[in-house]
């Protein structure tokens, strides 16, 4: 019993060392824990640092390689641009050049155009003013001449020249042309050439056409009773020969009596009263008569043209032998040319003329 009172006092100091021995135990594994956890977090640390490290000198080499390829690339980028600009420099020279031909093709091409237009105006106006000269000329012709046959002819040949040529611009021209024409055509105008041609076909008959008191009537009308006489057969007989000539020596005596005598009526004395010597002078007398109306339609004197050819158709009735032909054709000549012979002016082609001067003026 004694010694439990010693036992307590000893156990009584060793219960603070042993507080003091826990908390140390526990900083110690504390810190032996630390250490450990610093350890491994070094060790870690370390593992990713050299894990970076590596990923960094992955890194660093792939920059490196792409560092290259890109240098390369960029090299090669640049030797591409260069070629490039000098492609594009090429390119614009060329098609600096396309465009400098181009513009000189397009300015050749407008030249070409006007040269051409100015071709076909100058053509037409050529045409126009060979139109106007021939018309004018062919005015003179008529206003000359009398005739409506150069105006009808030139307006034909004007109208085929418009046909073949068949430029739209002139159609107007072409349609006046054919109005002036038909115009001109039925006019009805007196064409001095054929009646100038008539009167001297009368001229030149004068001197062959038979008088009333010219001998060769007689001799015409004993040929032409000559030729009434019967003939006298051949085939008479011997006894009737001297009978048969006695006969026709009686009647050739008798028709030779009947042309010493002839009865004819005759309207007008003084015809027979022409002596031969006088025929000649009334056969000129026709004839400047017929040359003077000649020279007046010539001249445009129908009047006067007129008169004369009265006075030769009254000199062919009075002294000349009516019944013959070649009297009754040069009548029926100088009756044709007196019945023509008429003041019918040559209608003027103003429908023309305007068309040509419309044309000319590019309206």
């Known amino acids: 019993m004694p010694a439990t009172p010693s036992a307590a006092p000893s156990a009584a100091p060793a219960t603070p060392a042993a507080a003091v021995a826990a908390p140390v135990a526990a900083t110690g594994r504390w810190i032996a824990a630390g250490a450990v956890l610093l350890t491994a977090l070094a060790t870690a640390a370390l593992v990713l640092a050299w894990n970076t490290q590596q990923r960094v000198r992955a890194l660093d080499a ?22 490039a600009e000098g492609t594009a420099r090429e390119s614009s020279a060329r098609l600096a050049l396309l465009e400098a031909r181009v513009a000189e093709t397009s300015l050749q091409r407008s030249q070409l155009e006007e040269l051409i237009q100015s071709l076909a105006r100058s053509r037409d106006e050529n045409v126009l003013a060979d139109l106007d000269a021939a018309i004018r000329v062919a005015l003179q012709q008529a206003a000359i001449t009398g005739s409506a046959e150069p105006l009808l002819l030139t307006l034909k040949q004007a109208d085929e020249r418009l046909a073949r040529y068949n430029q739209p611009r002139l159609e107007r021209v072409r349609r006046a042309v054919v109005q002036d024409f038909d115009r001109t055509r039925n006019a009805g105008v007196t064409d001095i050439t054929v009646l100038t041609l008539r009167l001297d076909e009368v001229i030149r008959l004068i001197d062959d056409l038979p008088l009333l008191a010219a001998p060769e009537r007689r001799a015409a009308s004993r040929a032409a009773a000559a030729a009434e006489a019967p003939p006298v057969p051949a085939s008479a007989a011997w006894h009737e020969g001297f009978g048969a000539r006695w006969r026709d020596g009686l009647g050739r005596v008798w028709q030779e009596v009947r042309t010493l ?26 004839k400047l008569r017929l040359l003077n109306a000649r020279l ?15 006075d030769a158709q009254s000199a062919l009735d009075r002294y000349f032998d009516r019944s013959a032909r070649r009297v009754v054709t040069a009548t029926e000549l100088v009756n044709q040319v007196t019945a023509q ?22 309206r």
């Open 261 to 286: 005598v002839r009865v004819t009526r005759i309207d007008q004395p003084e015809a027979m009263l022409v002596a031969p010597e006088q025929a000649y002078f009334l056969r000129e007398n026709v």
């Open 296 to 310: 007046a339609l010539l001249s445009r004197q129908f009047d006067t043209a007129q008169s004369d050819l009265r």
């Open 62 to 83: 792939e920059l490196v390689k792409r560092q290259q390829d890109s240098g390369s690339q960029a090299t090669e980028a640049r030797t591409l641009a260069r070629q």
């Open 341 to 362: 012979a008429k003041l019918v002016s040559v209608p003027r082609p103003d429908a023309t003329l305007a068309a040509i001067a419309t044309a000319s003026a590019g």
